[in-house]
């Protein structure tokens, strides 16, 4: 697997926006019930460069994620780490029992600094909704509380699926 | 005996179980390791977590050490059967009272699995941290670190929250993966754009449980360091992968 298999994509949300179906996408349709091998690198082949990074508790039947992507346009600010357009959120939500789906609280961080232990702020700025129809593919709803921008990706596991495929089949 | 799972196990002689407390408040939790499930557990005595993360309890009456679940409390097996140890009556195990798991290389951390696949962060600067993803068909990691610029918002336009992210990929072998970092630049939210990947530094990630790791770090730009790595979320897989060659059960 070469890095640009592995640097993720994401479909194109802003030109979905308006046929997204973020009401009309129900919890419970039918997928594989959430396993913690699902934990891993999610994306859209189609646009490189952003995706997710899952983690999987399920004990607690807890899904955290972080959502690596960037600006709406570029800041053209200085930068020492990473880039000045990166802009990542994070979102943190349950699931029921045998669920193949889970609706998580969409949050943004402010005021941190690169390995400081400065406070950091959360704010939830919208909802997310992940959907599992295998241990290869998935579709990310999500809704901006501010703007109202709401999109639908289709999402494929980045790295082999093995453990939740044994998962699964157990 | 206290567990790093917040809990207190104890082994009940009278009723052949194994009871768990709030290791904060003693409070009673549950019945871990239930009569009608204990496998035949006979005057439970010691009880020990075992590097496999499953609860071992020497039955004195039945002279065997029993293994459970560690998540769940079901019996599994006799990890050490009645009659082992010598023919019988003559050294066989007898009354086992007392459990203790050697180290088995002191020296070395926690084998690196796909297990360890989730999120982890330094519990000093909360907020920010990694994600790994374990390949374990390459012997590779990818991870993603999600962290800010290295000055304060005022410094700098803070319309993203000076969110910075960079992603590493490289092989691991043991316990250790060595791994080169990269910036990725020229995206657009959810744009199409195409990206460019820069390299921006060099990191080292070792393992020395499933639930800890240390990661240093040293960036072209200067900054440098080495802080220690906590898992976020409880360990699903990691310690029944390293007892395993494939994947285990899900601890539910």
């Known amino acids: ?170 | 005996m206290f567990h790093d799972d917040g809990f207190l196990y104890v082994s009940d002689g009278s009723d052949a179980t194994v009871l768990r407390y709030d290791a904060l408040s003693g409070e009673f939790d549950r019945e871990f390791v239930t009569s009608g499930g204990n496998g035949g557990l006979n005057n439970p005595h010691s009880l020990r977590f075992g590097p496999d993360g499953h609860l071992y309890v020497a039955s004195r009456g039945s002279n065997s050490v029993k293994r459970y679940d560690g998540a769940t409390g079901q019996y599994m097996d006799d990890f050490v059967a009645a009659g082992s140890g010598g023919p019988q009556g003559t050294g066989t195990i007898d009354n086992p009272a007392g459990l203790l798991f050697a180290e088995l290389d002191s020296d070395s951390g926690q084998a690196i699995n796909a297990g360890m696949s989730g999120a982890w962060t330094n519990l000093e600067t909360l907020g920010q941290g990694m994600f790994l993803d374990v390949i374990p068909g390459d012997q590779r990691i990818f991870m993603g670190w999600f962290t800010y610029e290295t000055e304060t918002a005022s410094a700098f336009n803070a319309d993203n929250g000076n969110h910075r992210w960079m992603v590493a990929i490289g092989p691991y072998q043991g316990d250790t993966a060595t791994l080169e970092l990269l910036a990725v630049d020229g995206g657009t939210f959810n744009g199409p754009d195409p990206v460019v990947e820069n390299p921006v530094g060099t990191a080292t990630l070792q393992a020395t449980s499933c639930t800890e790791a240390t990661f240093t770090y040293a960036l072209d730009a200067g900054p440098g360091g080495t802080m220690t790595l906590s898992r976020l979320l409880p360990d699903a897989l990691c310690a029944e992968l390293s007892g395993t060659t494939g994947a285990g059960d899900e601890n539910e």
């Open chain 1, 1 to 170: 697997m070469n890095r640009n298999q592995l640097l993720w994509g994401l479909a194109s949300l802003m030109g979905l926006a308006c046929s997204a179906l973020w009401a009309a996408q129900p919890l419970d349709e039918a997928g594989l019930p959430i396993n913690a091998g699902m934990a891993g690198s999610w994306a859209n082949a189609n646009i490189p460069g952003q995706g997710l990074f899952i983690d999987v508790d399920p004990v607690s039947r807890t899904i955290f994620l972080a959502w690596f992507t960037y600006t709406d346009s570029p800041l053209m600010s200085e930068s020492t780490i990473g880039s000045a357009d990166n802009h990542w959120f994070i979102a943190l939500g349950t699931y029921e029992a045998e669920s193949s789906s889970v609706e998580m609280s969409l949050i943004e961080t402010q005021g941190g600094v690169f390995d400081q232990s400065d406070p950091v702020s959360e704010t939830e700025v919208g909802q997310l909704i992940l959907r599992f129809n295998s241990c290869e593919s998935a579709e990310m709803d999500f809704l901006f509380d501010e703007n109202n921008l709401q999109g639908s990706i289709e999402m494929m596991r980045l790295t082999a699926a093995d453990v939740c495929t044994s998962l699964a089949e157990s």
